[in-house]
């Protein structure tokens, strides 16, 4: 698990360099930085669908959840 969990962090590390590369200050054109917008609105929009189709207990804040769990069901 160890071993999985390193080269895991390692590819993690290095996509995050990577990507600092590509969308660093200086490597983006006026006409690049049109598209950082709609790149954040569509992973927006993808995350909001994968929540609402497959992950129905991750939506909303999770304080309802706390707060039923506590009274209703015996947690602590």
Known sequence: ???IL???ALVFDFFLKFL???F???SISKE???FLPIIASAG??????LTYFWAKEA???GTDGVIDAFH???ST
């Open 72 to 74: 209703f069901k015996e």
């Open 6 to 8: 390193g080269v895991t």
């Open 24 to 26: 660093s200050v200086e």
């Open 1 to 3: 698990m160890g071993v």
């Open 20 to 22: 600092e590369g590509v």
């Open 44 to 49: 927006g929009i993808v995350s909001g669908l």
């Open 59 to 61: 939506a909303g804040h």
């Open 32 to 34: 690049k930085s049109l």
